[in-house]
């Protein structure tokens, strides 16, 4: 009688967990790539050595230049991306799904006053003629530029000026009020000074008014003499 010995081999495959490096042995994530072959055969290499590598975390985080991401992308150091619409100057500005594009900066946001009128100055405050639109709304740099003619020229007096929205009245000052004090034995006043206010959107007006010794103080009618600039600065 015969007996037939079927002999049945059951291969077991077994997945090891691993990690891969090429030009080194010391990979330092699931993925290295040391195109130097300058890192070390065991430990960490050091910062220099770490430039010419390109490694994958298992957390699925990409260095370039480092050995350690803690970003998606990491890089350590320059970054080039020549899409065909870099420039000089130009900045890299992202849509609303994260794709960047290098785009022209925005231009700085300066308002330039109308120029203000002859105007007798009083002790009451009076629209001097100046005025200027805010379309977008932010804290403004605010810088008047005011020369006026007194009488006598001994005299001494004070000047203060403000913004309104009102061109009839003070009407919520952009900034607290400040005076410029003048003293005797000159035949004008100047003011060219800066505040910084937040601004909302609308036409603010120029007021001025003066006080003190002098019989009469007149605003002049030039764009140098009597204007003002905003200049936006957030």
Known sequence: MKKTILLVTVLFSTFYYSQVG???SNPQGQFTIDAAKDNPATGTPNAAQQLNDFTVTSTGNVGIGTNAPTNKVHINGDFRLTDGTQANGKILVSDVNGV???????PAVIVTSTTGTQVPLAVAFTWIGSSATV????YYLISPRLITDKTPANCGNFIAYN???SST???NPAF????SHFAPGTVTDFIYSTNVALLEAGTYYMFVRYSGGCTSNTTRLNAGQNSFTLT???
């Open 176 to 179: 607290p009020l400040q005076d």
């Open 135 to 138: 379309t977008i709304p932010g």
């Open 163 to 165: 913004l309104s929205k």
């Open 232 to 234: 936006l600065l957030k």
């Open 169 to 171: 009245a003070i009407l």
């Open 22 to 24: 090429i030009n080194t």
């Open 100 to 106: 960047g594009t290098w785009q022209d900066s925005s």
